[in-house]
């Protein structure tokens, strides 16, 4: 048997009036038995051949010749141009709702050859042309069908809806050619029409959605999907071959008939290339109707390899199901967008990219998310609606892409002053979504526009007045990077969000003692309520715990000074202590502490998701006022051994030894180890531990609190800073064992640079002035690069300290 490949181009379209001519007639050709299908609804399949010399003489023609050749063949006649044959009308069995085909032929070059279908549900009657549907193009593409005894057969990769009523069908094949004494020949066709309808109708909005179990974790939200299981209503096993995708290719499946229902329909696709074509599995990973719902096509997830299309090319495979005239709804195409948002970052697929592939031993540039048509030429879709807004959902997918998201527990416009500062490390401008939450009301949403290499500051009391409870999530399709600073006019504190969220969290740090008020803020930004348990170690060794619920969208915020027992004891009055949070989904959580007369003195940051056995200092200070504890956290169930080394300016070295009981806490004084000193710290233990680093100064008015770093890096980020009206110090120490050369690149307010340089002996510490090489500067943004390893941090100190303080360790970039 011979093959054709079908074209659909512009010479067939205008033909239509000329086919008017032609006779159809109404008797029906036998077809052949059908079968069902037994897995979930209830599949009906069957089918009819065209390949004999009376199957084609049985139809109407013109200009064609029917030869015996391969047991009947048909094709042009004799100095004919353009011709034309109809199949009489070919009852079905039993009702359809969906038909596809394979066929056998030969297009030589210069010849076309166009193969349609239509239905109708009742008896032609009269008029022959009354009471039938549109005639609808049979197209192969790149397709081929697997089935044997019609292997490499040309074959539409899809059904085509049609009304689930419909039970006679009619073939129309139009052959032309520009070439003297040229024609294509049809030796074979084969109709598949198939029955997939469910009573009663089964609808998609009725079907669980789950997340798409495959892939990293990734900021861009993971799309939920419904399950290949839910709605074919049969499970299957897969072992597909996988390779990691190197790009997207995007389908559309025809719906110019609208389907009885989507599932209806892709029931019928299951069956027809998996049953009919005899392909291993479906050809498309996802599929998307035009309500925006998402579908689970080929088993195995993204790395399951497609051999069908596109010479078996690395990719995934999504398809639209929607009318060849008209452009995907605005629900589909925001689905779509979505879709390839995920898949971009969770398999390194950038969509406004490129890359290479080898065709016919060439290497060809090909756009990372490409149409069928891009890769497969002779494949029609997606077709010209879709196909003209490709470029447009490159870009949206871009933009949907979250490369960062930062989360703030913490938020107060009541009792604190509030702004958020943006830096963007990219060459290129990006906006922030900014999403103020207001539990019991609805979110307020700013888009922050924030230029290539600079800095953006949004002032939260300038949006909202007297919200006493603003938690936030930042969002860009950059990688920005986001700090928050809360003052009072006596005290600072500032520092980055919470770029990860987690079922664990622990604070080193925490008391009540004095003057000294506690409390952790526990925010849920999920759709669902959070249950956690709060672990308080204390100093003395004693422990209690507190279940806690967080509502849906919301924070807690505990008050560790006011917790009563029902006996009405405070097991954590006047007391010191450390506390590890355990959520059972991941949360946010911060702890904003309030000391020193009129508790003038404010600490608020984040928490520890991680234990180690190393944590490293580089700021550090006993001069003068300052104070300066290391509080760390035994949370483990055996004696912690623990080392604390001080490092002075010139890498001279002391050193403390402890032994940290079980599940408590320990304050080391380093105003009694090291007076009077500059210092850098680092702390060894044997087990995990979290350890972090308190500094009072201004008689206990003022102070700060941050964590170390559990190893050092070559390069650090500070997005917030300003010398105007204030003292900016970067402290670097290189806890390595050769000399680090250090560079720092400012960015100021304007657009405004500089660099300074400076190289830090092994072992010792660095303290860079800020300001006094940039005063006066409302605006200040850093980045540390190193040739080793280093910690960076940085202390801001409002009118020279007067009004307070804060230290916070660099955001550490790869």
């Known amino acids: 048997m011979r093959r054709i490949t079908a074209l659909f181009s512009s010479w067939a379209r205008c033909v239509a009036l000329a086919l008017a ?28 051949t065209l390949s004999r010399v009376a199957d084609w003489e049985a139809g109407g023609s013109s200009g064609m010749l029917v030869t015996n050749n391969a047991g009947g063949e048909l094709r042009l006649a004799d100095g004919q141009n353009f011709g034309s044959f109809v199949s009489p009308p070919l009852k079905a069995d039993f009702p359809l709702n969906a038909a596809g085909a394979h066929w056998q032929a030969e297009v ?190 080929r088993l195995g997830g993204p790395t399951s390899t497609v051999s069908r ?35 971009g970052q969770a398999y390194a697929i950038s969509p406004t990219g490129e890359h290479s592939v080898t065709v016919d031993d060439a290497r060809v540039v090909r756009p990372n998310i490409a149409g069928h048509n891009d890769v497969a030429p002779e494949a029609p879709d997606p ?37 958020l500062a943006f830096f963007n490390p990219d060459g290129a401008q990006a906006d922030a979504r900014v999403t103020l939450i207001r539990p019991g009301d609805s979110p307020v949403t700013r888009i922050v526009t924030v230029p290539a290499n600079g800095r953006t500051d949004l002032t939260v009391n300038d949006l909202l007045q007297g919200a006493p409870a603003l938690p936030a999530i930042v969002e860009s399709s950059a990688p920005i990077l986001a700090e928050r600073s809360m003052g009072l006019t006596t005290d600072i504190d500032g520092g980055p969000g919470i770029s990860e969220l987690s079922r664990v969290w622990y604070f080193a740090e925490g008391s009540t003692e004095g003057d000294a008020r ?23 060794g004693l422990n209690f715990e507190q279940p806690v619920t967080i509502a849906a969208q919301s924070r807690l915020v505990v008050a560790v000074n006011d917790i009563t027992l029902p006996d009405g ?23 904003t502490m309030r000391f020193g007369p009129n508790q003038a003195g404010l600490h608020t940051g984040r928490g520890l998701t991680t234990l180690a056995r190393r944590w490293h200092f580089a700021e550090g200070t006993t001069e003068g006022d300052f104070r300066m504890r290391l509080l760390v956290l035994n949370p483990n169930s055996q004696p912690a051994r623990t080392s604390v ?47 972090e680093r308190a500094l009072t100064f201004n008689g206990g008015a003022a102070g700060t609190i941050g964590a170390g770093a559990t190893e050092p890096h070559y390069r650090w980020a500070f997005v917030d800073g300003r010398t105007s009206d204030a003292t900016y110090v970067l402290c670097v120490s290189n806890p390595g064992r050769t000399s680090a050369r250090v560079t720092v690149d400012f960015s100021f307010a304007g657009g405004a640079t500089g660099t300074q340089r400076f190289e830090v002996p092994a072992g010792a510490r660095y ?48």
């Open 383 to 419: 077709f010209p609606p879709l196909r003209s807004q490709l470029a447009q959902i490159r870009t949206q997918a871009d933009e949907s892409t979250v490369r960062a998201r930062w989360y703030f527990a913490e938020g107060n416009v009541a009792d604190y002053s509030q702004r």
């Open 108 to 297: 030589p070059s210069g010849t076309q050859l166009l193969l349609e279908l239509r239905g109708r549900a009742t008896p032609p009657e009269g008029d022959p042309e009354r009471g039938w549907g549109p005639w609808l193009p049979l197209v192969a593409g790149d397709a081929r069908s697997a089935a044997r005894g019609s292997e490499d057969a040309f074959a539409t990769p899809d059904v085509l809806a049609l009304p689930a009523d419909t039970q006679y069908l009619q073939l129309r094949a139009t052959l032309g050619s520009q070439v003297a004494r040229a024609s294509a020949s049809l030796a074979e066709v084969t109709i598949s029409y198939l029955n997939t309808t469910s009573a009663p109708p089964v609808f998609a909005a009725g079907l669980p959605r789950r997340p798409v179990l495959f892939g990293p974790a990734t900021l861009t939200p993971r799309p939920t999907v419904i399950s290949r299981a839910d709605w074919s209503g049969s499970l299957r096993s897969a072992r597909p071959a996988r390779r990691d995708p190197r790009g997207v290719i995007i389908h559309q499946i025809d719906a110019t008939t609208t389907p009885s229902t989507t599932l209806d329909l892709l029931r019928a696709l299951a069956v027809y290339q998996t049953e009919v074509l005899d392909w291993e599995d479906l050809g498309y990973h996802y599929l998307i109707d035009p309500e925006g719902n998402l579908f689970e096509g």
């Open 767 to 814: 303290t860079l002035s800020v300001h006094e090489f940039y005063p006066d500067e409302r605006a200040v943004s850093a980045l540390v690069r190193s040739t080793q390893p280093i910690i960076a941090e940085r202390s801001i100190f409002p009118g020279g300290g007067v009004r307070g303080g804060a230290t916070s360790l660099g955001i550490p970039q790869e």
């Open 569 to 591: 004891t405070r097991p954590l009055l006047d007391a010191s202590f450390g506390v590890q949070v355990i959520a059972s989904q991941p949360i946010a959580v911060e702890r």
């Open 309 to 343: 299309f596109a010479g078996g090319d690395a990719a995934i495979h999504l398809a639209l199901i929607a009318p060849r005239d008209a452009a995907p709804t605005p629900a589909a195409s925001g689905t779509l967008v979505s879709l390839l948002a995920w898949l």
């Open 518 to 540: 506690t409390y952790l803020i526990l925010f849920n930004p999920g759709a669902a309520p959070v249950q956690a348990t709060l672990n308080y170690m204390r100093r003395d």
């Open 21 to 48: 001519i032609i006779a159809l007639l109404a008797a029906a050709l036998p077809l052949a038995p059908a079968r069902a299908q037994q897995a979930g609804p209830q599949v009906r399949v069957g089918a009819v």
């Open 645 to 691: 080394t001080f490092f002075g300016p010139d890498g001279r070295a002391t050193i403390r030894r402890y032994a940290i009981p079980p599940r408590s806490q320990l304050s080391i004084d380093a105003n009694e180890i090291v007076p009077g000193l500059g210092v850098s710290s680092l702390v060894e233990a044997d087990r995990p531990i979290a350890v």
